[in-house]
């Protein structure tokens, strides 16, 4: 594959050949995934022209050599399928070009005329430079056109340069802490035409992992009805966490709007202090009695609403098992009952050695627990041994991080290779 850098406006009308020399069609756009941080967008592939009213896509990977007269592809078998441009798509001719930018390191503003792609090293191709336009000024007769690194360059990624209804259909496919990521970055009323598009459940996923700061202006931007409705739907630890950096009149308003089911266990929480273990915990982790099997205890593990570190161990507690009723008896780890015959009772394997967590144990000893036993969760248990809960290792992560951690965006170096969009880049043919 040629490994020069080429100009995607130069693609244009080129010629597009198989292997063996025969004439497929000509290359009318180039389809790239934007991100949503700085960070260059991949080049997932070509819009080739079959004729004036048939239009394919053909994968980059399928593309051998890109020459200054002709696209040479790898194989001469594409999908004949009419190209369908999907929501986290943007084409680079039809729709970044004319895009008002500005060069980050002069604060200069213009539009983009072009944009170049160039492999790398992992054999993907990448938008790498962007031409930009700049206004005639009295001294200069015609309009400069300078070429910057993507990187230095604001206002093409995917929240500034798709609408909204395409910005939501993107966000559908990304983790709730990337889109909390990009969320943060956009103006106030594109925030408020996202956060008005989510339902609450999708939107309690991503208050979770905003910052403080965040979540109180959208929780302001919010009102009281629906703020209770997204409260209702977040974790119980997280909920009250948020709840916590409110006044007491403001918490207590959105506690009262709470289903009493529902505001119940957040107000159990509020109790202990922030950096205790009562104060970290969940107050819904898996909790069985003595007389249940394997088969039901790998049944509630395998919920896909419970977050995988909660999976990890299952508590057992006499009846009534719903905290903070229950009495301790132990915890069996997941890895155990995958061990184990579905017919075979909890009671049997129970791991009584465990130490217990406090609720009034603090942060530093709470720590020191994940650092002793190698664990992702732990029971937390009071005095008289009913289980209150369990802390897991990402809510102790989570306030270990330095003060704003969650506004800082994951550098390449620190997350490695990996999808832009919280999804395969690949198209398939």
């Known amino acids: 594959m040629a490994s020069a850098r080429v100009f995607v406006a130069r693609l244009a009308g080129l010629a597009v050949f198989g292997p063996d020399g025969e004439r497929i069609g000509k290359v009318r756009d180039v389809v790239v995934s934007l991100r949503v941080d700085s960070h260059p967008p991949r080049v997932l592939g070509l819009v080739v022209d079959l004729s004036a009213r048939r239009s394919i896509f053909v994968p980059m990977l399928r593309v051998s050599d890109v020459a200054p007269t002709a696209v040479t592809l790898a194989s001469g078998s594409v999908n004949l399928r009419s190209f369908d441009q999907r929501p986290n798509e943007t084409l680079v001719l039809g729709e970044l070009l004319n895009s008002p930018v500005t060069v980050r390191d002069t604060g200069e503003s213009g539009v983009v005329v ?90 309690a996923d991503v208050f979770e992992e905003l910052s403080e700061s965040d979540q109180r202006e959208l929780l302001a931007y919010l009102g009281d009805d629906r703020a209770a409705d997204v409260l209702e739907a977040m974790s119980p630890d997280d909920a009250a966490d948020l709840l ?91 890895q155990q009952l995958l061990r184990a015959a579905p017919f075979e009772l909890v009671a049997g394997m129970v791991d009584t050695e465990l130490s217990q967590i406090g609720p009034e144990t603090g942060l530093g000893g709470v720590t020191r627990w994940f650092a002793t036993y190698n664990l992702v969760a732990g029971p937390v248990v009071d005095a008289q041994n009913h289980l209150l809960g369990a802390v897991t290792v990402d809510d102790v992560l989570d306030h270990l991080l330095p003060q704003g951690w969650r506004d800082r965006d994951l550098g390449p170096a620190e997350v490695g290779r990996g999808s832009a969009n919280g999804r395969p880049e690949v198209r398939h043919a």
């Open 114 to 203: 072009d944009a170049a792609i160039e492999p790398t090293r992992t054999r993907d191709w990448a938008i790498t430079r962007v031409a930009v336009r700049f206004r005639r000024t009295r001294l200069a007769r015609r309009a400069r056109v300078d070429v910057h690194g993507w990187e230095n360059v604001s206002g093409l990624d995917v929240a500034a340069a798709q609408g909204a209804d395409r910005l939501i259909a993107v966000f559908d496919s990304m983790r709730p802490a990337d889109v909390a990521a990009a969320l943060s970055r956009l103006p106030d009323e594109r925030q408020h035409q996202v956060v008005d598009a989510l339902d609450d459940e999708r939107l």
């Open 244 to 334: 916590g950096e409110l006044s007491d009149d403001e918490a207590g308003r959105l506690l009262g709007l709470m289903e009493p089911g529902e505001s119940e266990p957040v107000r159990r929480l509020m109790r202990y202090e922030w950096d205790t273990a009562g104060g970290l915990m969940t107050p819904e982790p898996i909790t069985l009695g003595p007389d249940a099997t394997v088969a039901e205890a790998l049944a509630r593990v395998r919920n896909p609403e419970v977050p995988p570190a909660l999976a990890s161990m299952v508590f057992v507690v006499r009846p009534p098992t719903a905290t903070p009723t229950g009495r301790y008896l132990g915890c069996v780890h997941t």
